[in-house]
Nanobody, 117 residues
C-alpha cells in the first residue's frame, strides 16, 4: 500500500513567519491519484487545508487561500505545503493524506505546527 511521512513541523514559528512542510510517499506510489493536507487544532474537527490531484488540480480552504501553496513532485513522490503569513489560528497538527486509484485513503502520523503571536 502507501506509507506517508510528514516533516517540517515541530518548532515554534512567530506570527507572520513561514514554514514548509513535506510529505514523502513510499510503497505503491504509482496508485496515488490525489494528495493533500489536513489539519486538526485542539478541540476542533479535522479540516481540509489543500488538495492536489495527479493532474495538478488544486483546492484550498478559504482560511488559507493566498497564504498557503500546495505542490507535488511526482518524480520524488513528495508533496509540499508552503505556509506564509502564518497566524496563531494556523496552529494544529498537520496530516498528509493520499487517495489511490482504488479509492483507499492513507494518512501520515502528523506534524505539529505552532504559531505564536
Amino acid at each position: 500500500q502507501v506509507q506517508l511521512v510528514e516533516s517540517g513541523g515541530g518548532g515554534l514559528v512567530q506570527a507572520g513567519g513561514s514554514l514548509r512542510l513535506s510529505c514523502v510517499a513510499s510503497g505503491s506510489t504509482g496508485s496515488i491519484s490525489a494528495m493533500g493536507w489536513y489539519r486538526q487544532a485542539p478541540g476542533k474537527q479535522r479540516e481540509l487545508v489543500a488538495t492536489i490531484t495527479s493532474g495538478s488540480g488544486i483546492k484550498y480552504a478559504d482560511s488559507v487561500k493566498g497564504r498557503f501553496t500546495i505542490s507535488r513532485d511526482n518524480a520524488k513522490n513528495t508533496m509540499y505545503l508552503q505556509m506564509n503569513s502564518l497566524k496563531p489560528e494556523d496552529t494544529a497538527v498537520y496530516y498528509c493524506y493520499t487517495r489511490d486509484t482504488y479509492y483507499l485513503d492513507y494518512w501520515g502520523q502528523g506534524t505539529q505546527v505552532t504559531v505564536s503571536s
